[in-house]
């Protein structure tokens, strides 16, 4: 098969003014363009070679032969001095090209043996290799439960068959690492596509899907989108996610897209988490999937158990109690590397004026404003306004502003006191801003050597860290008390995640987390039957409220700045909206809740208000969104200055 490559080529410029003959060379076939001058002289008559007899050589060459890439110019032994020196004068130009050549061909597929099978990895790959045409699998494995190597093991079956993988990963920050992977197993060509790369890359990366060059495509959720010559597997890892859903702009589900996409190509698609979203687990259990489970470790060792810290009562250094301090050092001494997961960035989330109680609050969002100590800057998450902290209350003018609460800064801080000899790592948006830092990172850890790694929510996803066997989350009652009715979910999903990290190597792990609400059902399904016995309980209280996945929702969000405007914008909206329903034979059984201010009411700002409609079926619902279209683009309800968008199946409320 032909593919494409990048290349340079160079070919004659149209010369300095200064040049006598007025020719150039074609840049494919290398001819003058006028076929009135004689060539064999050109480099001779030119003033600017005078003295350049490297320079006159080359460029006699490029009119003699055409035009040659860069690499073969300097085989004849021409220097990039020389190239550069008549590019400056511009007497030839230097073209980026796509070349083509045959898809590399090599004696075996992998470039290393396979890994051992356990029964449970190999029923699930003679079931996906068997597939043929559009089948999609969930592939519901516990953590270090051999996922990947399902995958390689289905991918080597369609590289056999010179058909191309598309392989969905959740966050950029995983790239490398499982690019390096695949690249360790296969001889055939693995390229990455995410947000980080250059505009060039990322044309260079198409070309290769689009030709059937790159047999391997790992990228993010705009990979979804990329051509395949000859498409023969969807993989989607963590599918649970939330980083599939584009959530501003052109929104969209990169999973749902990609098992839509399946389904044209007529290809199987495999959807991997250790915890699936309900949605997925629920068509599993309904039949539309074909459900694969992962129960046991290939090291022999169970999925960690839960320990649950009381903080109730006690007294914490710096929100880390006694209990976590010395299990630190149990496993520092031991050699080991312990994980320390809070999903708050900075120093402190809330600075606090001890005289007045007055606190630091970003002007434009209903928020606070977050310190972050390294740079001595008060900064929103919500709408990234930053400025510099203040030396006193801007209330009541007092100096005794305090720090409350703990961001993954201070608890950073607060363990290099108390660990001075240790290494410490932490692992957030502020310390991974390069391309190379999580290449770093995994160096640190790799070397096996006792380690502290500190981290948000980057650190819970997919990542393997043999030498870890000790998982602590800091603060266990995230998502318990939320307004969104997927927190619960969410917080199960992260609670396993970050355990999973733990024991993964040839050591059995321990997870600690610390909560003010060990008796929470939640918790305590987790503790005892772990993400499956929750998923079984929360699919019957979806089904009790028919919110998703036994019903359906879609939200429309308006934003303005004057709220009072937003509130009737919104009215009116939803009475011609349940105008238009009851008016419908028979009436649409969908119902229009709101509006309501959302729970981040006020961001960059903007006053945010939504609706929510919600129906037990797909068809009712998608009647009434296209009644919805119909009334915001073409009604007399007034639009100006007031921003609007619509999210079906949206993640969250917020």
Known sequence: MATPTQTRRISCATPAPSSTPNLCCHPRSGKPLSGQHDTTNLANADPLLTRAKKQKAALQHLITHGPQTETSLKCLGFSATVIEGLETKGLIQRIRKVLWRDSPKTASLLAEPDLALNDEQTHAIQLINLAT?????LLDGITGSGKTEVYLHAIAHRLASAQQTLILIPEINLTPQTLERFRHRFNSPVVAYHSQLSDTEKLTVWQQARSGYARVIIGTRSATLLPLANPGLIVVDEEHDNSFKQQDGFRYHARDVAIYRAQQENIPIILGSATPALESLHNALCGKYTLLRLRHRPTGHAAPPLQFIDIRGQRLQEGLTQIVIEAITEQLHAKHQVLIFLNRRGY?????????????????????FTWHKHKNCLKCHHCLTQQARPETCPQCGSPELKPL?????????????????????????????????????REDINRGEPLILIGTQMLAKGHHFPHVTLSIILNGDTGLLSVDFRGTEKLAQL??????RAGRGTRAGKVLIQTLHPDHPVLQQL?????????????LERQQANMPPFGHVALLRAEALDPQAVYSHLTQIKNRLCQQINLSNPPLSVEVLGP?????????????????LQATERKPLHHVLSLLEHTLHHSEIP??????????????LY
Not at 410 to 416: F, G, H, N, P, V
Request: charged fraction near 20%.
């Open 596 to 612: 309501v201010p959302a729970p981040l009411s006020r961001r960059a700002g903007l006053s945010r208000q939504q609706i929510l």
């Open 495 to 500: 609670i396993i995640q970050v355990a999973g």
């Open 527 to 539: 503790k005892q039957g772990g993400y499956p016995a929750f998923a079984t309980h929360a699919l």
């Open 639 to 652: 639009t100006q200055r007031i921003r609007w968008s619509l999210d079906v199946d949206p993640i969250d």
């Open 405 to 441: 609460g703990q961001g993954t800064e201070r608890i950073e801080s607060t363990l290099q006191t108390v660990f001075p000899n240790t290494l410490i790592r932490r692992v957030d948006r502020d310390t991974t801003q390069t391309k190379s830092a999580m290449d770093r990172l």
């Open 348 to 368: 402190a989330p809330v600075i606090l004026c001890h005289h007045c109680g007055a606190c630091l609050d970003c002007p434009h969002c209903n928020a606070h």
């Open 133 to 137: 045409s559009f089948q999609c699998f």
